[in-house]
């Protein structure tokens, strides 16, 4: 048991470091600008990097920077579930559930 890998959840992998993605959704972030799902051990690792070398935020996959605003993330994501990314439709279902609207996220 002990060095063996864990098994692959739903979510699939992080796509920096390969490993499983959690279930809990507190373990993982999903960067706005291109919809990806990062294990919170690649987004730390990154934020780290950019203090010690004083840069600013960015993705640490697709090197966007990181949205200014509430709005302008929304609108990523919204570009995102135009080109119909399933993990933007399920952020956005999930957000909508979250909100007691559920026809809403039926939508997505």
Known sequence: IL????????????PICCLPLRIDPDKSTMM????????????????????????????PFCRHPTPKSEEEGN?????RIEANDPYAL???????WGEGDYDGAFEY
Do not use: W, Y
């Not at 399920?90 to 909508?96: A, T």
């Open 75 to 79: 609108r990523n994501v919204m570009t």
């Open 32 to 59: 706005s600008c291109c919809c990806k799902l990062i294990c919170d051990g690649c987004d730390c690792a990154n934020v780290i990097r950019e203090q010690e070398e004083k840069l600013d935020h960015t993705c």
């Open 3 to 14: 060095f063996k890998q864990p098994e692959i959840s739903h979510l699939g992998g992080c």
């Open 90 to 96: 399920r952020h956005m279902g999930r957000e909508r």
